[in-house]
């Protein structure tokens, strides 16, 4: 047996000689050895370089995200690419099975992951592993003014939705708050896009990390919940671009986010979700290149769809909550009908490429990195951020005599009244709701704190279960409920009055607006009575909404809470206590009248409409910026929240007295914690124009900055404020302009509060 005979074909000739030569002088046994190693490291090599050859460039994930999805585009059948585009299940699409691309999950959001419902319809699925931490409402979050709380939040609700295989959560959320009215609110980040813009960046951020796509939602214009499935919005371009838009561009441009969800109403006669105005905007100007989900039903035209830029249609005849036509999904708007278009020619290919293409990215961005980390779920970790953000985002309203803290110890009949002392809030409220591991009720927070001993309760009004669509009454007698707390009151040494609204229908809940701007089931009597049964009382609100306050000045201290999360009796008892100081601020005004609130100022045809249109008559003028311009004062300002300790704010100061359009203005104020305990202040720095060409807000906020202080400590505290942020949009040039002009800068502590102003040129 000839040595050489072992070599492989394809070796060069000369190589072939010398083994060959060197070969024959080995014994045979040796030779053989070698040969078969050599044998085995050729066909190794060769293996390598077939699978090289073999393995798709989509799959290559050293290939650029564009390249491997041409590459996975160009493999796919018409059909696998209709089904790419909707769902196949309430919270899923298909994929690609022949080609390995995996399906989406997807899981509302925004507070926390929802729990598994069934694969065709609401009902819950019943598992024994989904129940996850609830974070707090998104006005908690905007309230804390802490973008730095924001990436914490974004970035454990993206390790829980990871956990539990989701590639994208339904969030966050940032329609503007414009009428107090609207069911929706809590789930929001307040009334102003600065505030908005700043905050959802960073939650965006953190979800990301994950692996795990965000969805900003609901583009756009998803103001109110009354009619919300066709309500057509009418406002002027400025209103949209300089009010409306902007923390979807901020979410778009700097927090990359990688899914966009499209509203339920119209505007200027299209339904959001297929919106040639939206569309443009969102995929032109700011070049979004991830996918638009449909709200879930919000998809009504297959050409609409098909051409203005819906990626994902889900929810399909269904209101998004509860019912829903079975096993739809086949005839949704871009499944059957789109896909016989296509084939006779009435619908272009090219746009259905467009939407897959965007499909995919979600894909190679989630599901199919490698490298994205596992996730994990209902930490003490996540416990710990959700309490954190709680005690941030608490808002201290009024505090008289230093109600609060009460420090454990003082008293010994402590008397805990209100529904929302017990109640579970993170029940209800709609797609948001959420199963929780843990939700620590204010009640146990303060038995835990003052000594179970100390604190006893009685209910003093109740509500009913939530119900979506309905109200479902309570079975309790209203006046016997009053009646007895008002006769415990006068026992107590203390108490504290529990109340405001819950996520029952027309509450704080999806799907409706709330009826009136007055607390619910007759809790502004009860505090008036408890207040005559006992001076010393504090209350307590929990809301994501504004309400009126007729009892006010008959109250000490407020306290403005927010759907709290799993340790929501945790924080609001540590911040009662004193174990943490009130640093949450107002994240929009609280009026004391409905009509004096911009939206609800011009009547019914402004807000609600008229069940085919509104019109967003307050124009730009939306929160504090309406009661500055038209001198009303609101009951709490936008920015508001008190402290157990007191700041002095110094002089506010620029860096230089003229600036260029494209300069960045440097400005720095000195805080000094004056009081006797360590706390944090929000500084808030609102700008100007002295003589605008057009009606400008008196002020805008530009930047703001929490900054915690030692008692007795003094910080000096720098914010920048790009020349650029300065501008308004002019609706007729369709751009931004910044008008030389002078700007004045307010700095202080919340929208009316201004302790320091400075202007400067803009040349
Ligand atoms: C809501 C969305 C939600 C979706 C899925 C809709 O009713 O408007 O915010 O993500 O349902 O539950």
Redesign the pocket.
Known sequence: MGGNEYLCEDTTSDLKIVWASNLAKLKPIHTMKISVLLLSATCWLLGIQMQAQLKPAYLDDSKPIEQRVEDALSRMTLEEKIAVIHAQSKFSTPGVPRLGIPELWMS??PHGVRAEVQWDNWGYAGWTNDSCTAFPALTCLAATFDPELSYIYGKALGEEARYRKKDII?GP?VNIYRTPLNGRNFEYMGEDPFLASKMVVPYIKGVQENGVAACL??YALNNQEQWRGHIDVELSDRALYEIYLPAFKAGVLEGGVWTV?GS?NKFRGQHATHNEVLNKILKTEWGFDGALVS??GSTHSTREAALYGLDIEM?SWT???TAGKSFAYDDYFLARPYLEAIKKGELPLSSLDDKVRRVLRVNFRTNMDRNRPYGSFNTNEHLQVAERIAESGIVLLKNEKNFFPIPVGKYRKILIVGENATRSLTEGG??SELKVKNEVSPLEGLKATYGAENVSYTLGYASGRPAYGRENPSPYNADSLRDKAVRLAKEAEVVIFFGGLNKNNRQDC?GDDRLTYNLPFGQDELIAALSKANENLGVVLISGNGVAMPWISQVPALVQSWYLGSEAGTATARVIAGQVNPSGKLPFSISVNLKDNGANYYGESSYPGDSIQVEYKEDILVGYRWHDAKRIPSRFPFGYGLSYTSFQYGRLTTDKEQYAKNDIIRTSFTLKNTGTKDGAEVIQIYVGQKNPSFIRPLKELKAFKKVFLKAGETQTVECTIPVKDLAFFNGKLHEWVVEPDTFTLYGGASSTEIKSVVSVQVK
């Open positions: 509302d959001g339904l959320g939602k609901h969800m339920y709200d879930w929810g209101n998004g909550l709609g797609s999806e």
